[in-house]
């Protein structure tokens, strides 16, 4: 299902050069990179590579070459670059209402749009509470979750379990939750009451689990249990879990994972939050990941996808159940963002989904899926490829010193090949992905949801050629 934009001319450059200066020194003396080390800006003397345009699953830089899209974006181009009518959808909304907060107020493509994600959630996930982006949805819940339990009597709730290298965001509470212990030793003391439990990488797993996924699904959600008994149970609010978890590499969920932890969550009255900041909106296959591997959570967060990108948006979605104290007398929920729910990017949300309807992008992930775990599979024939695991179209190939014996890189190491050797090699190959080492050496992949198998077979080759010689450069 390749589709291209609604319009578009040849690819071109910047049309607005910085006063003075050339956009690589504008970039070195003013612009702060996200999670980036500033010094390779200096020294490699060129600034940081620029993006200029983007059509369908293809971004070219300023000097004209063209890459694959192997990451859309950040999780979050669905829909592919360039489609003209998001952008029609975003203008034509500020033309009429350009901007006005949901504090005691409401516009109506909020509305729309809280009914929309309303609808396609599971079970009685029919609140709506809109932020700017995922790290603050993630806050949201674990406030909302925090007020519930002293409204329904239960004040001592308020801690949080979460997994090992698990990344749910960066404000402060979101950063607690995080399980990254490099990404949050500068800003602690954060807040108090987040616990972590191991996570779901099969490939890591204790030994004598490696080849009973069910059984590692089982003794990896029991661990939830066991935290919870440990902290006391009237002391744990919420679990915040993705439903594959992204940093570390693409951990999907055992068999019967979801489902035991369901369990442990009603027996313990504790909260589940599914954290789809990035699994949302078609990226594994349905609307809404939870739906996927067959669990109905009380909290949903989600964001980057909502949009395609195109607009900042993000959304906290509740049970009714946890909706009902906030339905009478004074009491509120004192929480909220300026540009929550903003008119333009509810728009935008709007017209996102309305693709993903016509075009069939759901049905589309879920028919390709296999036929994109296969194509990665074979790059399991290279002697650094330790494990390809994902689900949908998210995957992460993790890249290992000994198959046999599973031996991962030193620090080190890993820092040669994948910022010495990998970061810049795929990018000369054409292909704009991930290579991480929050956990054991990765490369992740989440292309836009519009590609198919011959898109898979050209990420893929790409890839065989890189990984072929990534050992030489250790």
């Not at 909302?144 to 379990?161: C, D, E, M, Y």
């Amino acid at each position: 299902m390749t589709t291209t934009p609604d319009t578009f001319s040849e690819p071109a450059g910047p049309t607005h050069t910085p006063s003075g200066s050339t956009y690589a020194d504008a970039a070195r003396n003013h612009l702060w990179g996200h999670f980036t080390r500033q010094s390779a800006w200096e020294t490699e003397g060129s600034g940081p590579p620029l993006i200029v345009r983007g059509e369908g699953y293809t971004i070219w830089d300023d000097r004209g070459k063209e890459y694959i899209d192997g990451l859309a974006g950040l999780f979050v181009v669905q829909v592919g670059h360039g489609r003209a009518e998001l952008a029609e959808a975003a203008a034509k909304q500020a033309m009429e209402l350009a901007f006005f907060p949901l504090w005691s107020y409401a516009h109506p493509r909020a509305v729309e749009l809280a009914e929309r994600l309303a609808a396609g959630a599971p079970g009685d996930l029919n609140r709506v509470f809109f932020t700017t982006g995922g790290g603050e949805a993630v806050e949201t819940a674990w406030k909302l979750a925090k007020q519930f339990f002293k409204l329904t009597g239960k004040p001592t709730k308020h801690k949080v379990i979460s997994r090992n290298v698990a990344y749910h965001g960066t404000p402060q509470g979101a950063l607690s939750i995080t399980g990254i212990p490099a990404a949050k030793e500068m800003f602690e003391p954060l807040v108090p009451g987040a616990f972590k439990v191991p996570n779901t990488n099969h490939y890591r797993a204790p030994e004598h689990l490696r080849d009973d996924a069910k059984a590692f699904g089982l003794w990896a959600a029991d661990r939830i249990a066991e935290a919870i008994e440990f902290e006391g149970p009237d002391t744990v609010a919420a679990v915040f879990l993705e439903p594959v978890q992204n940093s570390g590499g693409c951990f999907p969920p055992p068999p019967g994972y979801f489902q035991r932890v369901r369990e442990i969550c009603d027996e313990y009255d504790v909260l589940l939050v599914s954290d789809e900041v990035i699994c949302a909106f078609g990226r594994i296959g349905s609307m809404f990941a939870c739906d996927d591997f067959g669990y109905v959570p009380d909290i949903i967060t989600c964001a980057k996808g909502m949009t395609s990108g195109y607009s900042p948006i993000g959304a906290m979605i509740a049970s009714d159940r946890l909706f009902e104290p906030f339905r009478h007398g004074t009491t509120s929920f004192p929480h909220g963002y300026t540009f929550g729910g903003h008119p333009v990017s509810s728009a935008v949300a709007l017209a996102n989904l309305d693709i993903f309807e016509r075009e069939g992008l759901n049905d589309h992930v879920r028919e390709n899926a296999p036929a994109f775990r296969a194509s990665l599979e074979t790059l399991l024939e290279l002697p650094i490829v330790g494990d390809v695991r994902g689900e949908g179209y998210f995957y992460g190939i993790e890249l290992v010193k000994d198959k046999v014996t599973r031996e991962t890189f030193d620090d080190a190491e890993s820092e040669r090949l994948l910022r010495g050797y990998l970061s810049r090699a795929l990018f000369d190959a054409g292909l704009y992905c991930r290579a991480d080492d929050r956990g054991d050496p990765v490369v992740q992949l989440a292309p836009p949801l519009i590609i198919g198998p011959p898109e898979f077979a050209d990420i893929t080759s790409r890839l065989r050629s890189v990984l072929e010689g990534a050992l030489a450069h250790i």
